[in-house]
């Protein structure tokens, strides 16, 4: 059935005809949705560039007169980090996350017919060639099928509407970096304001002037969305640390209830602390599972330029994961 990453009995007959082409398939619809999907990163960046701006003028430029030294601080690690955020989000909105190729493989057709998918799957577990049941086509392991980019995506996390991209292998780095540096844009808010009521508010004399009034919006958007990209950094880093995505993550979830249930049913007993189908393929510990996404040099580790290890086709397993464990 599967020798080499081939399909025996390939009938090109049987290839899966291909739905009639309707306006949603068109170059012209696919531009237009392109940039309606550019609404939400153009509110995405003019909400960091608002608070940057409130901040510098309210806050950073007026402590000039208190402390030379204390505002030259300032102004040079907000800038540092908000430049470093802002590069990251155009990595991650303009970075294209990989797709599978359309020679690869190359040594197979890259369409199959509906009998050979299901029959393809049904009887080989873990193949090294996966055909897509959406488009027809073969895909790498830790590829997805997104339906609004309406491809495989390679080592797919998820669609983000707020970078109007998928995020997957070749963008994951850049990602990461931006839902990590806004947490901390968050706290160099917050850095800048004690110092600011520190030195220049007066509670006899408040008043809710222009300025006062932009800083106080500017800190509940720093803290809105700084509060909530902060669980969002956490549980990437996780993600990052197992070598996991979250399609894996939901797969491995569920393939672990489906276990429990299985052992269940055989009226084996199951204890808390049982670990049922967490054995990870790609789990090549905590460092390794780091440098595969951040890259070998720690000078570029949160710098957003690509260093991610691999292609995005073929990745390093863990020598300890044992492929017959998952068979059914």
């Not at 049922?276 to 710098?303: H, S």
């Amino acid at each position: 059935m599967h020798h080499g990453g081939q399909i025996d009995n390939y009938n090109p007959q049987h290839m899966i005809q291909k739905a009639p082409l309707n306006y949603s398939d068109t170059p012209r619809f696919k531009r237009i949705a392109w940039w309606f999907g550019l609404i939400p990163c153009g509110m995405a960046t003019g909400m960091i560039l608002y608070c940057y701006i409130v901040y510098l003028l309210a806050i950073v430029l007026p402590m000039f007169k208190h402390s030379i030294i204390l505002a030259i601080i300032q102004i040079v690690y907000s800038n540092v980090f908000v430049f470093l955020l802002l590069w990251s989000y155009i990595q991650v909105v303009f970075t294209a996350p990989g797709y599978t190729p359309t020679s690869w493989p190359r040594d197979t057709e890259t369409s199959v017919s509906r009998d050979q998918i299901s029959s393809f799957l049904d009887s080989t577990p873990n193949p090294d060639l996966r055909p897509c049941r959406h488009c027809g086509k073969a895909k790498p392991h830790r590829a997805h099928h997104c339906r609004f980019c309406r491809r495989c995506v390679l080592k797919m996390d998820h669609h983000c509407p707020w970078v109007n991209n998928c995020v997957g292998h070749h963008n994951y780095k850049f990602f990461f970096l931006f839902v990590s540096y806004v947490p901390i844009l968050t706290l160099i808010s917050y850095s800048l304001l004690i110092p600011y009521l520190l030195l220049e508010f007066n509670y006899s004399e408040f008043r809710m002037d222009f300025w006062n009034i932009q800083i106080l919006i500017a800190t509940f958007l720093s803290t809105t969305f700084g509060l909530t990209l902060i669980g969002f950094a956490g549980f990437h880093f996780q993600l990052i640390l197992k070598n996991e995505t979250t399609l894996e993550g939901m797969d491995a979830d569920r393939d672990r209830r489906r276990r429990i249930q299985e052992r269940r049913a055989r009226g084996e007993r199951i204890r808390s602390s049982s670990r049922v189908g967490t054995e990870k393929k790609w789990n090549l510990g905590k460092g390794e599972n780091w440098r595969q996404v951040m890259g070998d040099n720690p000078w570029l580790w949160f710098i957003p330029v690509y260093t991610s290890k691999g292609d995005g086709i073929t990745y390093p397993i863990n020598e300890f994961w044992h492929e017959e464990e998952y068979e059914e």
